[in-house]
């Protein structure tokens, strides 16, 4: 039986479509599809749950300055 792993993933963030990720060479890129999240567009991460957890520190930060 043979594993395939997906090229892409969408993260998301409380039900907001943050952005995809795309596997290249080096590991996952990122796709901001929300302007909040447009300060990782095109970050390079090792995982898509590192992109994750990325995207969702910007969140929190989000929420911190809104207090």
Known sequence: MS?????AYVIEIH?????IVTRDTRGFRFFSSERLFDSLEG???RSAREAERAARAVFSERGRRAN
């Open 15 to 19: 039900d907001r479509a943050a952005g």
């Open 43 to 45: 970050r390079q991460f």
């Open 3 to 7: 594993r395939t792993q997906s090229n």
